[in-house]
């Protein structure tokens, strides 16, 4: 029932940009604050940033904050990762998901398959 689509992944030079796109589906996605994580290899997932219902409030985490812009479209049940300044640190795979709390960013026991994000130096 729930289905998560991300894209907008690739491979970018150090200091580049790329715009992840995140189409979600499966709950009503205007009532929902949306998150979005990454997991490189050998590390656990990582919470990057999350915005509540509207868009009027986002958070971030610190390795991210004042390069990632999270953003969303209710209109076609989409969020956006604007990342830019992007570091070799930031290669992972990124994911999206429903936040049941967004003080938490505790997500749904459901993911989708991510975007490949690889940062070359």
């Known amino acids: 029932q729930v289905q998560l689509i991300e894209s907008g992944g690739g491979l970018v030079q150090a200091g580049g940009s790329l715009r992840l796109s995140c189409a979600a589906s499966?709950?009503?996605?205007?009532?929902?604050?949306m998150g979005w994580f990454r997991r490189a290899p050998g590390r656990e997932r990582e919470r990057v940033a999350a915005?509540?219902?509207?868009?009027?409030?986002?958070y971030y985490s610190d390795p991210v904050k004042g390069r990632f812009t999270i953003s969303r479209d209710n209109a076609k049940n989409t969020v956006y990762l604007q990342m830019n300044s992007l570091k070799p640190e930031d290669t992972a795979v990124y994911y999206c998901?429903?936040?049941?709390?967004?003080?938490?960013?505790?997500?749904?026991?459901?993911w989708g398959q991510g975007t490949q994000v690889t940062v070359s130096s």
């Open positions: 998901n429903f936040l049941t709390s967004i003080q938490t960013m505790r997500p749904l026991d459901y």
């Open positions: 499966g709950r009503t996605f205007s009532s929902y604050a």
């Open positions: 915005i509540n219902w509207s868009g009027s409030s986002a």
